[in-house]
């Protein structure tokens, strides 16, 4: 069975042997072929499916970790500031072994599957009028001041555990791939996958270093811009974040890897949102950032044909229901009386007697 991604990759993780985990069993997620995508452009496009992960995204790799280390240490309570997904995890795994979470998150911004994981996973929940940087500034004072554990991704135990996702991707292609495609918000994920990729090819285990790609979303690149944003937009509210954390770790994983981090605007997020529903898979609005943008570079003749590049789906399309009705149904939902004859219609058009 598996285990989870502190038993199963021990060896690189920063826990002794005797140091029990705080586990769902994170981890272990599809790396799916994207036919279609592939035959459209002559790449080779693998998506890593971290929406399967116990509470739908990546962060419970992070969070094994933050909240395996805290429990080692005795703490009483976790504190962080979320998008949704971190709220989502960080709540559950405080769950797991009793401690309290505290979630600080802007109000009105986070898809509604997300705060219902909060409210289930029994979060104290801080819905405050303002965006994530404020809301990241406020926890990041707090855990300096009272004896509350913050489990953001400046928690480096968040990027120890997310980093088992690239072991996860060499180990399933027997290889690193050419490219790493994902999107950027507080830049912790870049971050921790190049970490991951050059401690498994300085153990041996792959064979190269692949180049990171870091796709932000248009409204609020701020890495992009060379500049912080005080006003973030787009409807890919996960990335929503105008002044990344780990804005240091993203340049370095692109500069140390020759790869580039860029925008992809918010037609361009839809449009792959659906083009990755028609793989048979479902992700969130912000997870599509990583193939919209791997599309704008193969668009702008910057990719090599036959490449290969894996295309992190960061987040489960589930927890935001809202969004795929809003601007993804055209075409697809007929309402009819119920009546077989109607029915058949609609099917074929009228051409079937
Ligand atoms: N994709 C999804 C679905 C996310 O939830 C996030 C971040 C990212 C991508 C970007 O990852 O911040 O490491 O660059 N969500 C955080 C949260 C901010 O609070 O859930 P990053």
């Known amino acids: 069975m598996w ?17 029990q985990a705080v586990t769902l069993q994170e981890g272990n997620t599809p790396l799916v072929y994207a036919n279609n995508l592939s035959e459209r452009t002559g790449l080779h496009i693998w998506l890593k499916f971290e929406g399967a992960n116990p509470t739908g995204s990546f962060k419970d790799r992070g969070m094994t970790a933050a909240i395996t280390k805290a429990n080692a240490d005795g703490a009483n309570v976790v504190i962080c500031a979320s998008t949704g997904n971190t709220s989502a ?11 309290k979470a ?30 994530f940087d404020a809301a990241l500034q406020i ?22 555990g997310q980093k088992t996702a690239s072991f996860e991707i060499c180990d399933a292609l027997q290889a690193a791939p050419d490219i790493l495609a994902l999107p950027v918000g507080n830049a912790g994920n870049i971050t921790a996958y190049w970490k991951g990729f050059k401690e498994y090819y300085e153990h ?6 692949p180049r ?5 979303a248009e409204g609020s690149a701020a890495i992009v811009r060379g500049e912080p944003i005080p006003n973030p ?40 949102y659906r083009l990755i529903g028609r793989e048979g898979i479902f992700c969130e609005p912000a997870s599509a950032a990583s193939v919209a943008g ?28 809202d969004t795929a009705m809003r601007f993804a149904t055209d075409g697809l939902i007929t309402k009819l009386p119920a009546d077989r004859d109607a029915v058949v219609e609609a099917i074929y058009g009228g051409s079937v007697s």
């Open 294 to 321: 791997v599309l704008k570079m193969y668009e702008q003749g910057k990719i090599e044909q036959g490449s290969r590049i894996v295309c992190v789906l960061t987040g489960n399309g589930l927890k935001d229901p």
């Open 139 to 160: 926890v990041r004072d707090i855990a300096d001041h009272y004896p509350i554990t913050l489990v953001n991704s400046v928690n480096p135990y968040r990027i120890e």
């Open 102 to 131: 505290v979630v600080v998150i802007p109000s009105g911004k986070i898809a509604m599957g997300k705060l219902v994981q909060a409210v289930m996973y029994g979060a104290q929940i801080v819905s405050i009028e303002g965006n």
């Open 212 to 216: 990171m790609f870091g796709f932000e």
């Open 204 to 209: 041996g285990k792959s064979d190269r270093l």
């Open 233 to 272: 937009e787009t409807l890919a509210t996960a990335i929503r974040i105008g002044n990344p954390a780990s804005w240091q770790g993203a340049v370095q994983a692109r500069d140390e890897s020759g790869g580039v981090i860029d925008s992809v605007t918010d037609d361009q997020i839809l449009e792959a």
């Open 89 to 99: 995890a960080a709540a559950a795994y405080a769950a797991r072994c009793g401690m």
């Open 3 to 19: 285990k989870g991604i502190i038993d199963e990759y021990r060896e690189f993780m920063p826990f002794s042997k005797d140091v």
